[in-house]
T-cell receptor
Framework: SQKIEQNSEALNIQEGKTATLTCNYTNYSPAYLQWYRQDPGRGPVFLLLIRENEKEKRKERLKVTFDTTLKQSLFHITASQPADSATYLCALPGYSSASKIIFGSGTRLSIRP | EPEVTQTPSHQVTQMGQEVILRCVPISNHLYFYWYRQILGQKVEFLVSFYNNEISEKSEIFDDQFSVERPDGSNFTLKIRSTKLEDSAMYFC????????????FGPGTRLLVL
């Protein structure tokens, strides 16, 4: 079955630096990959979707890359701010059906002032 | 900006009781979903719903669970006889016909079964 791994449970960086989060997946080739943000006790919030034919996508201070050969996505937040502190979830469509999302376990990002 | 809403925000129930969790998806969306997240664990898919029927369900979604769209706006999840292990956050989500890959999540209902 498909497996999603996010590189670390927690990442702690200084304000102003670039945060880089990693998502690796195995056992299939998704047509797209998404990143969501989740704050404690809240639902996931959609951030970015990148398709298999796109190498990179940007939205304001966010950048996502998608390497289908390595089966990896990198998620970058530039000029990080304390308000960026949250858990970031990598998400893929279901293997047999795109009507569901399979989430990674998330990386908890903390930005210290 | 339109958003998914869920009620109640918190629900405490006794084991064996029935609970109904309610959701109002974004108004022009056609695809509806329920997910759950046990404390400290991943967000897990339960069920997807389209055109008044279940499109897909996970192994978690057994005979104790059911979903319904009783009118043009509400989408409900019923757990017939709750178990301790049903304690979790339950999230409703919806997606549009165009760009249905992206699902928009509600704030969740925290269910505690005692």
């Amino acid at each position: 079955s498909q497996k999603i791994e996010q590189n670390s449970e927690a990442l702690n960086i200084q304000e102003g630096k670039t945060a880089t989060l990693t998502c690796n997946y195995t056992n299939y080739s998704p047509a797209y990959l998404q990143w969501y943000r989740q704050d404690p006790g809240r639902g996931p919030v959609f951030l970015l979707l990148i398709r298999e034919n796109e190498k990179e996508k940007r939205k304001e201070r966010l950048k996502v890359t998608f390497d289908t050969t390595l089966k990896q996505s990198l998620f970058h937040i530039t000029a990080s701010q304390p308000a960026d502190s949250a858990t970031y979830l990598c998400a893929l469509p279901g293997y047999s059906s795109a009507s569901k999302i399979i989430f990674g376990s998330g990386t908890r990002l903390s930005i210290r002032p | 900006e339109p958003e998914v809403t869920q009620t109640p925000s918190h629900q405490v129930t006794q084991m064996g009781q029935e609970v109904i969790l309610r959701c109002v998806p974004i108004s022009n969306h056609l695809y509806f979903y329920w997910y759950r997240q046990i404390l400290g664990q991943k967000v897990e898919f339960l069920v997807s719903f389209y055109n008044n029927e279940i499109s897909e369900k996970s192994e978690i979604f057994d005979d104790q669970f059911s979903v319904e769209r009783p009118d043009g706006s509400n989408f409900t999840l019923k757990i017939r006889s709750t178990k301790l292990e049903d304690s979790a956050m339950y999230f409703c989500a919806s997606s549009a016909r165009t760009g249905k890959e992206t699902q928009y999540f509600g704030p969740g209902t925290r269910l505690l079964v005692l």
